[in-house]
């Protein structure tokens, strides 16, 4: 029978979001006024709730399509969130165990090809590659927002060149840390150091997804399929996603 790990982390008020999140509800009691009628009209004196959340697409696990990054991507309109294929949002899974770079650092070519080297696995069209950092142990801190490497240019290229359509992560951003990438550009004027893995995306399409959670539950590097279905917000450059990987079958053959 089939297994469900889940790869999300809760959408709501945390501090490991950079920007906040309001949740307003409408209980079961205040139901009623709003629809011009009383408590008494109910059953039990109670409506149905409601919630209205002020929040921003990049908010808890989530996916960035190619507008994201630019307003083109191959020399052709970058798609927003609502244009992505959903063909593109499941397919074998791929565990990278990148957990001894340190924060800040850039996870580079090298770095995938000797992770795909212990993994025994060799990219194919439609992987969908996770990049196993641990970061997700400090989600709910300030920390989380700033401890963790990140996928670098040319590593990004690697993957997509492969067939990669999706490559997530279990940290705040899949590029390095902004404060990381700043402080580089402002010593060095180099401005390839400013989020190179998100604006490699405006040469090639390819999907983000980013802060996931649980990739140590997976039965291993690969052996799992990934789902990762987003909300398709018009004309948005990211979408909320809840993310899974699935292990074994869902129906028992009969043969």
Known sequence: MATLIDLSVPT???AGEATPVQIDTLTHEQGP??????????PDGMAI????ITLTTHTGTHMDAPLHYGPHSGGEPARSIDQVPLEWCIGPGVRLDVRHIKPGEAIGEDDVTEALGVAEHTLGDGDIVLLWTGADRLW???DYLTTYPGLSGGATRFLVERGVRVIGIDAWGLDRPMASMIEDYRRTGDRETLWPAHVYGREREYLQLEKLANLGQLPGPTG???LCFPIPVVNAGAGWTRVVAVTGRFVESDG
């Not at 006024?33 to 009209?41: I, M, P, R, W, Y």
């Not at 709730?49 to 209205?52: A, K, L």
């Open 12 to 14: 709501g008020p945390n």
């Open 33 to 42: 006024a709003v629809l011009g009628l009383k408590t008494s009209d109910f």
């Open 49 to 52: 709730s409601s919630e209205t």
């Open 140 to 142: 709910g801190s300030s």
């Open 224 to 226: 799992f399929t990934v």
